[in-house]
């Protein structure tokens, strides 16, 4: 598919080698990439693991345990230890004790000096991380390699550098831990997500009961390891593996003072009602169904990639995807046909190939919601497009999706679908588009493309988005806050503002 | 080669902007109006998808094909003012068998001299190379209009089969734009030959001296309006030359052009791509958005003085598993 000739047009007919002249004919037509896989060498997965409490790996009280697979292959990568409502007890425990023991009585410079160790840690053992995050997550090396890793450890390293400021963080001059955070996170970025809840956590001097999604725990694992390497204290970080009932375990456990979760609003919702009438502090981020506004002065080629960027990295497993596009009418032909040019170069398949674009879809149960909501697209009459491409034929795969003739009242365009889908819409007016994007039950992000630097602001005034990108999409950086409005959640993570969630 | 580049259609003043953008150029407020009313470039989003092509992993077959590829496309570059005949003899030389140990390498696409030098390339290289002169006052293209005429009459005069000429940067940067216009159309004229076929027309914009993408895309599409057959990153005597952003601008230029006009122009990125390692991003850059048309020594070349002895090295690597120290290939 990567070789996928863009030529549409006639061109001059000069490229026929018969007519080139003096030199033969090269026998390959095309420059046709080599797999390059990265060495799966590097990661040395074991046959099962244990839950990480107190400082050990643990085998569950129970006993039970579920698998994990790759999602590009099915192949079975490790049995994982189920935590049940007796482990996640044993958990918190041994987090209360850290933390009363330990962590709390810690001077913020000590505590920041370990937050440095990990970050240290995490980028040199960083190849292992990338290649192992692939291989559960289905995400391709480039991007584990090239974004994943690397932000997580960034955020390490700017939230160690906080440890010992709090007081000037503008929370009052002597603000102090929650205690216990019980933190549940999403399977899209599993490393990512990890660090977002579990730096300013420490940092702030707060212990932690995390529980990674049930298909993707590994990386969590490792980064348990990377903690016993670092000496931290026993207890001061818990990993609980598990699936929903283990969530809801972390989340209902009496001595957890502090709820952190990022996933779907579904079980955002279920979370806030767990919690209510309890004293415990709850940040939610949950679903998003960006809009990306492009206006006709917009720089097309990279609004194109931003476009392709928006929607198309990680699969669209990503919270605050650009996955409603607004194309100013004017130029929405010419965007469409050079967006569906550069999908044609979007190279498929094996993740751990360092060309590989889009990798694939996490799990079965995932793959079967995006066919839903895109079959569901195409009953409402929006035209469905992908390019041609050969997907492969073990695991989950989905191509690269655009819906064009998309309005407002689709299900496709207010349902997040959490996939590499496209909806597009278009609008004629600054007003128009900023009213279309702002009628969704979501909040979380936006992107804006212009040239005009006043309407950029206008816009991004007038937007109900947590984050709103400018000529860019999918930014992350640890100095940033980020979070949603409406259903899309509440609380910030990053930056400054993502220390006030962890302190009173 | 020639046949391959003497397509029909092309614009100049005596052989006519392609329909629809006539209007263009009926006034220097009409030229300007069209080329700043092309889609800006976003500088940041450039860099980054420049950078991001840039971390393709190609290896075996791929790097194969493409070390071949490279060599191809090479226009073997002496631009000295210490130039001599000696010397260019040598190099035009190497053009032909660029390593003399192993005939299965193939030519280079050409090699590039001044004026003064063609007809002693020529005799080496024959039919066999190009001959790529530079004409125009090269490299700073500041001349009286008659004496770049003639300097380009007298290349093509000497046996040159291309011409890389440079862009009056004063008058585009100061916006005069149907100055710069027709200064080319007037050097694409001038490359005529009297049986009728022409020298073939690079146009190189110094884009180190434009600084801005925005005017690199603008250049772009004045160049190939008044009749360039490639559009030519730098002279390589101004820094920064060549780089991998710039000419992902110009290669979207030209695969725009083509889904207007129909007609296909080449690129040249030249100085500062000294590894295979480099060309390779080049290459990829080529093929992902030009597109595969595009990697043809006639519409992709590279400008290059020490990256042939790289490539070459690379190529004796890949198939023998050993590499060789730089003494086991020539200088020139």
């Given at each position: 598919?990567?070789?996928?000739?863009?030529?549409?047009?006639?061109?001059?007919?000069?490229?026929?080698?018969?007519?080139?002249?003096?030199?033969?004919?090269?026998?390959?037509?095309?420059?046709?990439?080599?797999?390059?896989p990265?060495?799966?060498?590097?990661?040395?997965?074991?046959?099962?693991?244990?839950?990480?409490?107190?400082?050990?790996?643990?085998?569950?009280?129970?006993?039970t345990?579920?698998k994990?697979?790759?999602?590009?292959?099915?192949?079975?990568?490790?049995?994982?230890?189920?935590?049940?409502?007796?482990?996640?007890?044993?958990a918190?425990?041994?987090?209360r004790?850290?933390?009363?023991?330990?962590w709390?009585?810690m001077?913020?410079?000590?505590?920041?000096?370990?937050?440095?160790?990990?970050?240290r840690?995490?980028?040199?053992?960083?190849?292992?991380?990338?290649?192992?995050?692939?291989?559960?997550?289905?995400?391709?090396?480039?991007?584990?390699?090239?974004?994943?890793?690397?932000?997580?450890?960034?955020?390490?390293?700017?939230?160690?550098?906080?440890?010992?400021k709090?007081?000037h963080a503008?929370?009052?001059?002597?603000?102090?831990p929650?205690?216990?955070?019980?933190?549940?996170?999403?399977?899209?970025?599993?490393?990512?997500?990890?660090?977002?809840k579990i730096?300013?956590?420490?940092?702030?001097?707060?212990?932690?009961?995390l529980?990674p999604?049930?298909?993707?725990?590994?990386t969590?694992?490792?980064?348990?390891?990377i903690?016993?390497?670092?000496?931290?204290?026993?207890?001061?970080?818990n990993?609980?593996t598990?699936a929903?009932?283990?969530?809801?375990?972390?989340?209902?456990?009496?001595?957890?003072?502090?709820?952190?979760?990022?996933?779907?609003?579904?079980?955002?919702?279920?979370?806030?009602?767990?919690?209510?009438?309890?004293d415990k502090?709850?940040?939610l981020e949950?679903?998003?169904k960006?809009a990306?506004i492009?206006?006709?002065?917009?720089p097309?080629?990279?609004?194109?990639?931003?476009?392709?960027n928006?929607?198309?990295?990680?699969?669209?497993?990503?919270?605050?995807?650009?996955?409603?596009?607004?194309v100013?009418?004017?130029?929405?032909?010419?965007?469409?046909?050079?967006?569906?040019?550069?999908?044609s170069?979007?190279?498929?398949?094996?993740?751990?190939?360092?060309?590989?674009d889009?990798?694939?879809i996490?799990?079965?149960?995932?793959?079967?919601?995006?066919?839903?909501?895109?079959?569901?697209g195409?009953?409402?009459?929006?035209g469905?497009?992908?390019?041609?491409?050969?997907?492969?034929?073990?695991?989950?795969?989905?191509?690269?999706t655009?819906?064009?003739?998309?309005?407002?009242?689709?299900?496709?365009?207010?349902?997040?679908?959490?996939?590499?889908?496209?909806?597009?819409?278009?609008?004629?007016?600054p007003?128009?588009?900023?009213?279309k994007?702002?009628n969704?039950p979501f909040?979380?992000?936006?992107?804006?493309?212009?040239?005009?630097?006043?309407?950029?602001?206008?816009?991004?005034?007038?937007?109900?988005?947590g984050?709103?990108?400018?000529n860019?999409?999918?930014?992350?950086?640890p100095?940033?806050?980020?979070?949603?409005?409406?259903e899309?959640?509440?609380?910030?993570?990053g930056?400054?503002h993502?220390?006030?969630?962890?302190?009173? | 080669?020639t046949?391959?580049?003497s397509?029909?259609?092309?614009?100049?003043?005596?052989?006519?902007?392609?329909?629809?953008?006539?209007?263009?150029?009926?006034s220097?407020?009409?030229?300007?109006?069209?080329?700043?009313?092309?889609?800006?470039?976003d500088?940041?989003?450039?860099?980054?998808?420049?950078a991001?092509?840039?971390?393709?992993?190609?290896?075996?077959?791929?790097?194969?094909?493409?070390?071949e590829?490279?060599?191809r496309?090479?226009?073997?570059?002496?631009?000295?003012?210490?130039?001599?005949?000696?010397?260019?003899?040598?190099?035009?030389?190497?053009?032909?068998?660029?390593?003399?140990?192993?005939?299965?390498?193939?030519?280079?696409?050409a090699?590039?001299?001044?004026a003064?030098?063609?007809?002693?390339?020529?005799?080496?290289?024959?039919?066999?190379?190009?001959v790529?002169?530079?004409?125009?006052?090269?490299?700073?293209?500041?001349?009286?209009?008659?004496?770049k005429?003639?300097?380009?009459?007298?290349?093509?005069e000497?046996?040159?089969?291309?011409?890389?000429?440079?862009i009056?940067?004063?008058?585009?940067?100061?916006?005069?734009?149907?100055?710069?216009?027709?200064?080319?159309?007037?050097?694409?004229?001038?490359?005529?030959?009297?049986d009728?076929?022409?020298?073939?027309?690079?146009?190189?914009?110094?884009?180190?001296?434009?600084?801005?993408?925005?005017?690199?895309?603008?250049?772009?599409?004045?160049?190939?309006?008044?009749?360039?057959?490639?559009?030519?990153t730098?002279t390589?005597?101004?820094?920064?030359?060549?780089?991998?952003?710039?000419?992902?601008?110009?290669?979207?230029a030209?695969r725009d052009?083509?889904?207007?006009?129909?007609?296909?122009?080449?690129?040249?990125?030249?100085?500062?791509?000294?590894?295979?390692?480099?060309?390779?991003?080049?290459?990829?850059?080529?093929?992902?958005v030009?597109?595969?048309?595009?990697l043809d020594?006639?519409?992709f070349?590279?400008?290059?003085?020490?990256?042939?002895?790289?490539?070459?090295?690379?190529?004796?690597?890949?198939?023998?598993?050993?590499?060789?120290?730089p003494?086991?290939?020539?200088?020139?």
């Open positions: 598919m990567a070789d996928t000739s863009v030529s549409t047009s006639s061109a001059t007919g000069a490229t026929d080698p018969e007519t080139t002249g003096t030199r033969p004919a090269d026998p390959r037509a095309a420059f046709d990439y080599a797999p390059a990265e060495s799966r060498a590097v990661v040395d997965i074991r046959s099962s693991y244990g839950l990480f409490v107190n400082g050990e790996f643990v085998d569950p009280v129970g006993g345990s579920f994990t697979i790759s999602p590009a292959t099915e192949e079975v990568l490790a049995e994982v230890g189920e935590a049940s409502v007796e482990d996640v007890d044993l918190v425990r041994a987090a004790r850290a933390y009363t023991r330990v709390s009585k001077p913020g410079r000590e505590r920041g000096k370990y937050l440095f160790r990990i970050a840690i995490m980028q040199e053992r960083s190849r292992e991380l990338a290649v192992l995050e692939t291989i559960d997550n289905g995400k391709p090396i480039r991007e584990s390699r090239d974004v994943d890793v690397p932000t997580a450890a960034a955020h390490f390293f700017y939230y160690a550098g906080w440890a010992d709090l007081e503008g929370f009052g001059n002597d603000p102090r929650l205690g216990v955070a019980g933190q549940v996170i999403p399977w899209n970025f599993p490393l990512l997500m990890l660090s977002w730096a300013p956590a420490l940092a702030a001097g707060n212990t932690v009961v529980k999604a049930e298909t993707t725990p590994l969590a694992l490792l980064f348990a390891e903690c016993q390497q670092a000496d931290l204290p026993p207890g001061v970080v990993i609980v598990g929903g009932e283990t969530g809801s375990a972390v989340v209902a456990h009496d001595d957890v003072d502090k709820v952190a979760f990022t996933g779907s609003t579904e079980v955002g919702r279920m979370i806030a009602k767990t919690v209510a009438g309890t502090r709850v940040t949950l679903g998003g960006a990306n492009v206006f006709d002065d917009a097309l080629d990279q609004a194109v990639e931003g476009i392709v928006g929607i198309f990295f990680n699969q669209g497993h990503v919270c605050c995807a650009g996955s409603r596009l607004l100013q009418e004017s130029v929405a032909d010419e965007v469409m046909e050079r967006l569906k040019r550069r999908m170069t979007l190279r498929i398949g094996d993740p751990l190939d360092k060309n590989t889009v990798g694939a996490n799990s079965a149960e995932q793959l079967a919601k995006i066919h839903e909501l895109s079959d569901v195409e009953a409402e009459g929006a469905r497009w992908s390019p041609p491409c050969d997907l492969p034929a073990r695991g989950f795969w989905f191509p690269p655009v819906f064009t003739g998309v309005s407002q009242a689709h299900r496709i365009a207010r349902e997040e679908i959490f996939g590499p889908v496209l909806s597009v819409l278009t609008f004629r007016t007003a128009e588009a900023v009213e994007a702002n969704s909040g979380l992000s936006a992107g804006v493309w212009t040239d005009k630097g006043s309407r950029i602001l206008w816009v991004a005034n007038q937007l109900r988005a984050v709103v990108w400018a860019t999409f999918n930014k992350f950086d100095t940033s806050p980020f979070g949603g409005y409406k899309s959640g509440y609380g910030r993570e930056g400054r993502g220390l006030e969630g962890y302190l009173a | 080669m046949t391959a580049l397509s029909p259609g092309f614009a100049g003043s005596s052989y006519g902007v392609p329909v629809g953008l006539a209007d263009a150029i009926s220097d407020a009409a030229l300007r109006r069209f080329l700043h009313g092309l889609p800006g470039v500088q940041v989003g450039a860099d980054a998808r420049a991001t092509l840039a971390t393709r992993s190609i290896k075996t077959t791929a790097k194969e094909f493409a070390l590829l490279g060599i496309m090479v226009d073997l570059t002496t631009l000295e003012g210490q130039d001599t005949h000696g010397k260019v003899r040598a190099l035009c030389a190497k053009a032909l068998r660029p390593d003399p140990a192993d005939p299965t390498v193939p030519s280079t696409a090699v590039c001299v001044y003064d030098m063609v007809a002693t390339a020529k005799q080496v290289v024959g039919d066999q190379v190009n790529a002169a530079v004409a125009t006052a090269f490299p700073s293209g500041r001349a009286a209009r008659d004496i005429l003639m300097d380009t009459a007298d290349a093509v000497a046996g040159a089969d291309e011409v890389d000429m440079v009056d940067r004063g008058a585009f940067l100061s916006g005069r734009y149907l100055e710069v216009f027709e200064e080319i159309a007037a050097v694409r004229d001038a490359c005529a030959r009297p009728g076929s022409a020298a073939h027309l690079k146009v190189i914009l110094e884009t180190g001296e434009l600084a801005t993408y925005d005017n690199v895309r603008r250049a772009s599409w004045l160049a190939m309006m008044a009749g360039a057959h490639f559009i030519k730098s390589g005597k101004i820094s920064p030359a060549a780089t991998l952003p710039v000419t992902l601008v110009m290669l979207e030209v052009w083509r889904e207007t006009t129909g007609q296909m122009v080449g690129v040249k990125p030249a100085g500062g791509i000294r590894t295979a390692k480099d060309a390779i991003k080049y290459l990829v850059i080529v093929n992902e030009a597109g595969p048309d595009w020594p006639d519409w070349r590279f400008g290059a003085s020490t990256l042939l002895n790289d490539l070459l090295m690379q190529r004796t690597k890949m198939r023998t598993g050993r590499y060789s120290g003494d086991y290939f020539t200088l020139d």
